[in-house]
């Protein structure tokens, strides 16, 4: 079966009755699965059903429960806003956008920086980037911050804010900031005891999405496309294969087929398998 | 684990708040999780060393020989085998070895287990299954997927009291186990001393929840953390301890692999930990998740029955990173 094929009737076979996704089939629905199902169902029907379901999860301070039976605010915020901009919905996209705006890692917290302060050599981190955390009152790594970047773009162009630059160009400093020695990136830490920490794939493709739209970053990319012509697992190169076409590389496209039920690997690897993609729905223009 | 250095324990932070002249700020809140005392004590707590000098040996013969000093009885019980997968380094040994993890379901299925599954939810990487892949989980476990839970990614239930958190959410897969075997790799840790039984427990917190990495943990503070998922965790489970071949110097990840060759298996998971901690030269009574876990289990070496191998017998010190010279003991 084509590949692709493969994954979107894996898609529409496998949504749950409320409309979302579990990480795996059968599973309770989660925010993140279902958010990124949706991406790569755009337009379907059945992606309209996920963003109801993941609408009816925000709260009025714009953070989102992550699944139904979780009620702690964290990082899946981003992809919510991602997922509303798309859908143009207004109200969603600025409780969304106040939320993580409002958000941003302890380590650029008074007292966290007084520590910077007092004890420089304690952290790599640089208190004046702002970042994302996984969850408010932590620190801000690569992940959620790529998310967010994404999350800020998009709704930009829905609700047009001013502050959504400034803070766009600090978060995009932390992720370049936190560039692992090796030349990639990895969770968001570049040292440990003064040892350089290695970066991984998966999260370098990662820093590169929360990068897209750059000029400056080509070596980067060069890096990325090397890690996908060597063995990488499917999950690694699905995120590197989106990375890559959104900094306007072309890597090949998704040949393999389904490696097991894993709702998220077949949702980014449907989004960006082929050149015409929805992938492009993440373009930061 | 590393990534502490991007941030700041409870501890850590009191210490340059109050040279700030500003501690009382910080808000330092009454432990819930009880008062720092030496033991539980009562009846002594078995803990099993066993050698093994490599991962092609009989190693179920080893494992079902622990098991049995430990009186463990796991007829009817749904099992889960919960292994130390954090990075794959083909230089050093960061991961539990999965030999011990297949001897492990070998023995648990022939000792009458209703269900022996395995369960791990990686710290740092996110990519679970490519990790499994690289560490050779995927190849060396037959039926590997049908096998394996992704604690990061499995269905979560509320558990009320963490910390200053209140709560936390935790897999289904844990909370519905009779009986967790945790099963680390013996390593020296650069910011918590020693990684054991106790400490792996982080990696049943669901990263769809807290991220990669779980820096709600360190935020709480990382001794603290240790105590309280043990608390939570410790009277269902039981211990094997990979130590055939550990990690000393800057472990978890980048410390150098030393050549142990024991299991050490038991019920009270602190009693395993410091009995592990005597044997890498460690004093149990110097690290601090231990000091503060006394209403867990035994550590004290009298409240300890030893079964198998002597400490002294097999100890073999671990170099241990200037900051934790301290706790070698003598």
Known sequence: MDPLRARHDFLRTTQNADGGWGYFPGKQSWLEPTAWAALALHGDPAALRAWTLIKSWQKADGSCRPCAAVDVPNWTAALAVTLGSLHRDEVAVRRGLDYLLSTKGAESGTLKRIAKFIAPDHTDREPSFLGWPWKPGTSSWIEPTAHSVTALRLASKVVGRQAVGERLASAQSMILHMRCADGGWNYGARIALSHPLVSFPETTALALIGLAGRSDVADAVRHASGLLSVKQSPLSRAWLRIALRLHSAKPAALDETLSGPDTLLAALELLGGTEDGKWRLLLPS | ?330
């Not at chain 2, 287990?113 to 190849?139: F, I, M, Q, W």
């Not at chain 2, 476990?141 to 209140?166: I, P």
């Not at chain 2, 030393?258 to 009995?275: C, S, Y």
Request: hydrophobic fraction near 45%.
């Open chain 2, 1 to 330: 684990m590393e990534v502490a250095a991007a941030i700041m324990t409870r501890r850590e932070w009191l210490t340059i708040a109050g040279s700030a002249g500003v501690a009382g700020w910080a808000g330092f809140k009454v432990p819930v999780e009880g008062p720092e005392v030496d033991d539980v004590g009562g009846a002594k707590s078995p803990v099993a060393i066993v050698k093994a000098a490599s991962y092609s040996g009989e190693l179920a013969a080893r494992i079902l020989e622990g098991v049995k000093a430990c009186g463990l009885d796991v007829r009817g019980k749904r099992v889960v085998l919960k292994p130390n997968m954090v990075e794959f380094d083909k230089a050093t040994a960061i991961n539990t070895d999965v030999a011990v993890v297949s001897a492990a379901l070998e023995v648990f299925a022939k000792l009458g287990a209703a269900d022996v599954r395995v369960a791990e939810g990686p710290g740092h990487r996110r990519d679970t299954y490519g990790l499994a892949e690289e560490a050779g989980y995927r190849s060396m476990l037959s039926k590997f997927d049908r096998l394996f839970t992704d604690l990061n990614r499995d269905d979560v239930s509320r558990v009320e009291g963490f910390a200053d958190e209140g709560e936390i959410y935790l897999p289904n897969t844990i909370l519905q186990a009779d009986l967790i075997v945790s099963m680390p790799k013996m390593k020296t840790h650069h910011w918590a001393g020693a990684t054991l039984s106790m400490k792996n427990y982080f990696g049943v917190v669901p990263g769809s929840i807290y991220g990669w990495p779980k820096n709600m943990l360190h935020i709480v503070g990382i001794p603290r953390s240790i105590v309280e998922l043990s608390r939570i965790l410790g009277k269902k489970s039981f211990a094997i301890v990979d130590g055939i071949v550990g990690m000393e110097g800057n472990g978890p990840i980048q410390g150098t692999p030393k050549q142990a060759g024991v299991l050490v298996m038991g019920r009270d998971l602190r009693a395993v930990d410091a009995t592990c901690c005597r044997m890498m030269g460690i004093d149990p009574s110097q690290v601090e998740y231990l000091q503060r876990s006394g209403n867990l289990g035994n550590a004290s070496a009298g409240l300890i029955e030893m079964r198998g191998e002597s400490v002294a017998g097999v100890r073999t010190d671990f170099q241990l990173i200037d900051q934790f010279k301290g706790l070698r003991l003598i």
